[in-house]
């Protein structure tokens, strides 16, 4: 009897979720969204997940060209991350996000993010000596914690010399020792992790740094997945890393927070130590947990965006003989100028690698480490003839942006001369925008120019690269751009 009863309850269940499915998603695509509300137009698609599945895993190229060809080439409508979503894409978007965020947006984070950089969770209190400067608010979203790093975000003059032997250092140990032929992206991650590990932890055991990679690796993987937390997940792998990381992110604070009162107040440079030192001088406190955010954050941001853009200019620097010899004859010339005189790099070396820089950002504008940045309408307002009510998602899509036609002609071209010439280029403003634009424009890029730029730096004057694979495929799924095989290369040390 109760089987019977089981099973035709289970029949319901299936049934009415048929039903409701069905109907869901025939109410949503039936009535697209350019209703009397004057929405953008655009499809809800599937009930609950909507869209969410072909955004993140569909190139950007064929998700929001072929839709911006459909609805409307500036604005249009989807359903992602279980949120309407109304998609800006282009130079009027751009500008628009960028003079009206705080004003008209707010920031916003997809469930997964939040969820991984625990941005829900109110602030660890009480907090002692509170500082004017931080926000009181109880949640406090992770990258406004970031931003409290910004004095770091523009390495001094000093630290350009440091990055530079760093970066020669560690050339030196991995390349030039182990092997010819290296697998470039998950070499630069471990390069880029290892570097803002020393820079922001004053972490020297570098092997200690390269342990954490993997970790890195999922808990980046998770940022842009669907929050499905169970055994098998992305989700669920990303979350497990937070939390191991958080483990032993703990674990290096303690160890360094021992270390510096048994040092008769001994104070190092870097952003960890100077964190400790207000703590135990009382000076400015931040509760130990936040240190632990902070520095999870900022090690997420720094490490894979760099490491994008080297493995993407390594890429060309390979297949192109052209560019390869431009780059070097700049290159060649300032290792010149410091050779045997042992001048050290400073930020004047870095300002006149001005061919190398456009290369890196060509390399940007077809590869956008950052696909796009999502924010929610503070009040309804109007954009491109469409209403955008109030509390409606918006995905910025940089890279796509980064790619009409209009102002890059032949968009999958690649081609430096693009940003070439008195400031670097002649393209108008907000139709390049690979580090945002704004009041939340990127903190850190002065820190990636400086990283990217003295990695290729080492890199051209003691190696020349061979791509193995030159048609090797570009994964884009959950919005990271991947050489599927890790872009190996061969490595001919230079006389
Ligand atoms: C080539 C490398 C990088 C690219 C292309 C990039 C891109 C971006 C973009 C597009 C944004 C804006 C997001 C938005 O509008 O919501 C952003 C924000 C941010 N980035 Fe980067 N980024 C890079 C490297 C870095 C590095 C190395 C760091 C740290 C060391 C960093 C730290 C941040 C922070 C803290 C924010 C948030 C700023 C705020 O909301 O006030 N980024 N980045």
């Known amino acids: 009897m109760s089987i019977s009863m089981d099973l035709i309850f289970q029949s319901l269940s299936l049934l009415l979720f048929i039903l409701f499915a069905t109907s869901t998603y025939f109410l949503f695509n039936h009535k697209n969204y350019s209703n009397s509300k004057n929405l953008p137009p655009g499809s809800a698609g599937w009930p609950i997940i909507g869209e969410t599945i072909e955004f993140l895993y569909e190139t950007p190229e064929n998700f929001i060209n072929h839709r911006t060809k459909k609805y409307s080439s500036q604005v249009f409508m989807t359903n992602i991350f279980r949120r309407p979503t109304?998609?800006?894409?282009?130079?009027?978007?751009?500008?628009?996000?960028?003079?009206?965020?705080?004003?008209?947006?707010?920031?916003?984070?997809?469930?997964?993010?939040?969820?991984?950089?625990?941005?829900?969770?109110?602030?660890?209190?009480?907090?002692?000596?509170?500082?004017?400067?931080?926000?009181?608010?109880a949640t406090q979203p992770q990258p406004k914690t970031l931003t409290s790093a910004s004095g770091f975000l523009r390495p001094e003059a000093r630290y350009v010399a440091k990055f530079d032997s760093f970066t020669k250092s560690f050339l030196r140990s991995y390349l030039e020792a182990k092997q010819e032929v290296v697998e470039v992206y998950p070499f630069a991650k471990t390069f880029t992790l290892t570097l803002a590990c020393n820079y922001f932890m004053g972490l020297e055991d570098s092997e200690r740094a390269e342990n954490l990679v993997g970790k890195f690796d999922d808990l980046a993987m998770g940022i842009h997945s669907m929050d499905l937390n169970f055994p098998g997940t992305i989700f669920h792998r990303a979350s497990k890393a937070a939390a191991e990381l958080r483990k032993e992110l703990g674990i290096f604070i303690e160890e360094k927070r021992v270390k510096?009162?048994?040092?008769?107040?001994?104070?190092?440079?870097?952003?960890?130590?100077?964190?400790?030192?207000?703590n135990q001088s009382g000076r400015k406190f931040t509760p130990p947990e936040k240190i632990v955010e902070t520095m999870l954050g900022l090690l997420t941001a720094s490490y894979s965006s760099a490491a994008t853009v080297i493995t993407f200019m390594v890429k060309h620097i390979g297949e192109r003989p052209d560019i390869y010899q431009k780059i070097l004859s700049e290159q060649s010339e300032i290792w010149s100028t410091r050779e045997g005189s042992d001048e050290e790099i400073g930020w004047e070396h870095i300002y006149r690698m001005k061919y190398t820089w456009a290369v890196a950002c060509e390399t940007m504008r077809l590869v956008a480490p950052l696909q796009g940045a999502f924010r929610e309408a503070i009040t309804d307002f109007t954009f491109a003839g469409f209403t955008i009510p109030k509390g409606c998602k918006i995905y910025w899509a940089v890279n796509m942006t980064n790619k009409n036609p209009e102002y890059f002609p032949d968009p999958k071209r690649f081609d430096p001369s693009r940003f070439e010439g008195e400031h670097g280029g002649s393209h108008p403003p907000y139709s390049f925008i690979p580090f945002g634009g704004g009041p939340r424009m990127c903190t850190g890029r002065d820190y990636a120019r400086l990283v990217i730029l003295t990695f290729i730096h080492n890199l051209v004057n003691k190696f020349k690269c061979q791509v193995l694979y030159p048609s090797e495929k570009i994964l884009s799924s959950l919005m990271m751009p991947t050489p599927a095989q890790g872009l190996p290369v061969r490595l001919h040390p230079l006389p």
């Open 260 to 278: 510096m009162s048994s040092n008769n107040g001994v104070v190092k440079e870097d952003l960890l130590s100077q964190l400790i030192a207000g």
């Open 86 to 137: 109304a998609i800006f894409s282009g130079p009027a978007g751009s500008k628009f996000i960028s003079s009206n965020d705080q004003k008209l947006l707010k920031v916003w984070y997809p469930p997964s993010q939040r969820s991984l950089f625990q941005m829900n969770r109110p602030n660890p209190t009480p907090t002692p000596t509170p500082s004017p400067s931080q926000p009181s608010p």
